[in-house]
């Protein structure tokens, strides 16, 4: 049974940097896409960043220089550091998986619960 649990939000003034930690358990002998989404309140749910298990990534253009994802295959648990926060960054932030082969398997989407990103101006 797969789980993606988010981990490392909390409150930062503005110029200050988090790092976001995101498993997903339960993938046998495979990593698939992970990718970081955010909403803010009264806003609908957006992209953030992705990570392929070869190293491709992409970003929306409001984190580009301020956020980089990485991924740690063994584990599989993807990381967002973000510097420079500004308070338009405050957001639940979420993890999601892609769907994925690995040998006979299918394995669906995946979201987490989220965690609570404040930056304070």
């Known amino acids: 049974q797969v789980q993606v649990m988010e981990s490392g939000g909390g409150l930062v003034q503005a110029g200050g940097s988090l790092r976001l930690s995101c498993v997903a358990s339960g993938y046998i002998a495979c990593t698939p896409v992970m990718s970081w989404y955010r909403q803010a309140p009264g806003k609908e749910r957006e992209f953030v960043s992705s990570i392929e298990i070869d190293g491709s990534t992409s970003y929306r253009d409001f984190v580009a220089g301020r956020f980089t994802i990485s991924l740690d295959v063994g584990r599989n648990t993807v990381y967002l550091h973000m510097n420079s926060l500004k308070p338009e960054d405050t957001a639940m932030y979420y993890c999601?998986?892609?769907?994925?082969?690995?040998?006979?398997?299918?394995?669906?989407?995946?979201w987490g619960q989220g965690t609570q990103v404040t930056v304070s101006s």
């Open positions: 999601k998986t892609e769907p994925i082969r690995c040998g006979s398997r299918d394995y669906g989407t995946y």
